[in-house]
Each structure stands twice: as C-alpha cells, then as structure tokens.
C-alpha cells in the first residue's frame, strides 16, 4: 500500500553532484527512519546514511563530509544530497523507510542508478 520512488540518479563525472529524491506515497500515518542504501555489484547492500523523524542523522564512514540526508516530513521525502563524487559511489542507491499504515512495516524503493565515471 506503501510506495517509495527514487528520482535523481544518473552519469556524472569525478568531482561533480548529484541529489537524489525519494517520495513515499500511500496511506501513511506517520514515518520514522528514513534511510538510503547502495549496492554495487558484487558487494553487500551497505546503509548509506539514515535520518530520524526528528532529524538525527548518520552516515558511512566514506561519505561524511560529502553526503548530506535530510526530510521533509510535510510532504513524506527524504533526500541526498552527493558532493565530491567518487568512482566507488557508482551503485544503485535505494530509499527505504519505516512506515506506520494501516500497520507498521518496513519499506524499500526500486533503485535509482548513480554512475561516477570520466
């Protein structure tokens, strides 16, 4: 009943940006964390940052500093914002959230592609 769509993803060079978007939609009473994942091929789903519903907020080690999450809980999103991007970002970045709807449950998104290359 709960969806997550990501939006944003795409090819960017060494050294560039990108942000990407994740909208929950559905019947949703109320959402807790939020989080953004990344798998790259051959390697484990790894947690990316995650961010409360009151706005505290963690981070992988290897993009501190160049991540940022953050939340709009009026309007369900949660978003990351990617500087300084690396070849070893290029993954599929997915979205996941925990949902109070008709019952509580744990969400994931589809995927959006990031590629760092030259």
């Known amino acids: 009943q709960v969806q997550l769509v990501e939006s944003g993803g795409g090819l960017v060079q060494p050294g560039g940006s990108l942000r990407l978007s994740c909208a929950a939609s559905?019947?949703?009473?109320?959402?807790?964390?939020m989080r953004w994942y990344r798998q790259a091929p051959g390697k484990q789903r790894a947690l990316v940052a995650g961010i409360s519903s009151d706005g505290h907020t963690n981070y992988l080690d290897s993009v501190k500093g160049r991540f940022t999450i953050s939340r709009d809980n009026g309007k369900n999103t949660v978003d990351l914002q990617m500087h300084s991007l690396q070849p070893e970002d290029t993954a599929v970045y997915y979205c996941?959230?925990?949902?109070?709807?008709?019952?509580?449950?744990?969400?994931w998104g589809q995927g959006t592609q990031v590629s760092v290359s030259a």
């Open positions: 996941n959230a925990d949902v109070m709807s008709w019952t509580r449950d744990v969400v």
């Open positions: 559905g019947s949703i009473f109320r959402i807790y964390d």
